[in-house]
């Protein structure tokens, strides 16, 4: 088993515990074990775009100490935000060292932060340590049949330098789909926000995009949407309008760990259609 | 004698006084900010720095020593607004600490609470496990809060923690807290009448004689 | 825009202009209002300035576009920063300017609207949303 530090988040314990629960299945069939930080606190889900706003680095920082001092220098997030937070505050302290001894110093109750603890995304695991190959192998319960929509949003992909992919045209997460059995549905707004936070003050907003992407997605072929952010799930469903294609919604882990024959906590309407869909699912219901 | 500057007027004062009886021999009488003495009721919330030394020192009044220097100012009262709730119609469930405190979500780590909190407890740690929902664990770190709300007068993010605890340890113990058995068989037998005799016999008895049985009473281990 | 905007040195030089700029750490100059950030913004419609126009108001020292309503529509979705063929990191306008008003004390987000959302949702808001 290949241990791996992993930074679950407040949604992983929370709204999104079924994603949690399935990606750790599905990476013990895949020889992972992840290895909870014993401390950790809110990532803080939004990175702050301020240049005076040090205190918003405090929180992800610890984090990263917390890595540091487990003797690790990789942390795996399963929550897109939680990926964006970290890694963008792991590439502000590399690049301003002046900032981050003063972000040490207020933290007088810490070991320092020396740099160099990587934070990862599931889907770069899987590309990058696990491989599209070896993934495909292990896969038991293929997903034929299954039209799924890879829905990105935003902090997987923006910043630039910090996306697990090429911002423009992504593909690890078609490549994973694919590997899984699979078949992607490429729609255009893959990489467009769904509103995001403004969920909470302007909801109508965030129902005008949601009905845009669950639109655009449906008219490409898709049956099924699939994401790794909580707050995008949220959106998709709270949000949704009453009219129109109702597409369920899953997350990665989910769809990994039903492909790797792990226990996949799918939601019902999702686990509905994945059954009436693939083959194996029919075997595996004679059994 | 030592030097205690007290809410910004120096006073010469014994050694080895509390900051409370400190204040009392200064010659203020403690109409707020006091009540148990014992470190107990978390009334006495002080803040105070010492000469030479940036920090911002937040204790019990009653429970720390004068040193010689120091600057005190007491924080009888911290404004904070109490959820309005009935117990029986909140569910025990994650949601439903943020759904009464969500500004728990402004939270920055920055630990500021619990360098605060003079019943040491990892205040931060109370206020991520209530973030992603974890009652039980909320409970248990703050089950030691003294209320006095210190922490709260420091956090950037403006969050009245002790009502959240509070709220998190009566929902821990309405609903996540198995049912002491023992407690309804005791209740079922002194309904029975198996203690009447005994009581009975212990109402009839003189002062001294309950004296000389009190002193000679079983003490559980 | 404000009726009667007034192209003045004095404005160009305001110390509003050199805020934003320290605040998001941006070359307010560099952009030549190309519009891409706009045409990429999925929150346009509900925005009464446009993010390029905003920018222009800004290096105008316009300080009445503190008061519009592009700021509150941005979800900080980046959009706008990958495309600026200047590299403008135009959401960092937007949170500079969201923070300036809240920090002059603009209302700040309604906890009694928080109801009914997840964590997740309700960190992002309250630290874009809240001074
Ligand atoms: S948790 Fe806060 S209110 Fe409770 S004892 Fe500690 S500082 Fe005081
Ligand atoms: S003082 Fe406030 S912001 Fe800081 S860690 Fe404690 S609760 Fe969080
Ligand atoms: S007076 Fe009660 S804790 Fe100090």
Sequence with gaps: MKRIPYFPGCAMKDQARDYERAAQAALAALGCELVELPRWNCCGTVYSLANDDLMRHVGPVRNLIRVQDMGEDRVLTLCAMCYGTLRRSARFVAADPERLSRINAFMSDEHDYRGGVEVL?????????????????????????????????????????????????????????????????????????????????????????????VASAAANGADLIVTSCPLCQFNLEARRPGIGPRLPVAYLGQLLAWALGADACLPPEAEALIQGTTPAAAGAQQR | MLTVYIMGKGYRVPEGLTIMKAMEYAGYRLVRGCGCRGGYCGACATVYRLPGDYRLYADLACQTTVQDGMYIAQLPSTPAERADYQLSQVAPRGEALLALYPELARCVACNTCTRSCPQKLEVMDAVQAALRGDIRQVAELTFDCVQCGLCAMRCPAEIAHYHVWQLARRLCGAYLTPRAQHLARRVAEVESGAFDAELDRLMGMGKDELAKAYQARDIEP | MADGLRLSREALAAPFVGKVEELSGQNLSACYQCGKCAAGCLFTEHMDALPNQVLRRVQLGDESVLAASAPWACASCLACAVRCPKGVDVARVMEALRLLALRRGLPHLDPRATAGVPQIALVGAYRKLTP
């Design chain 1, 121 to 213: 995304h599931l889907l770069g695991l899987l590309r990058d340590v696990v491989g599209y190959e070896n993934l495909a192998s292990k896969v038991v319960r293929p997903l034929t049949g299954v039209r799924a929509a890879p829905y990105y949003g935003c902090t997987l992909v923006r910043p630039r330098e910090v996306g697990v992919d090429n911002p423009d045209q992504p593909e690890v997460f078609e490549r994973v789909l694919s590997a899984l059995g699979a078949e992607v549905a490429e729609f255009p707004y893959k990489v467009e926000c769904c509103g995001a936070y403004l969920t909470v003050g302007a909801p109508a907003i965030v129902a005008g995009r949601v009905r845009d992407i």
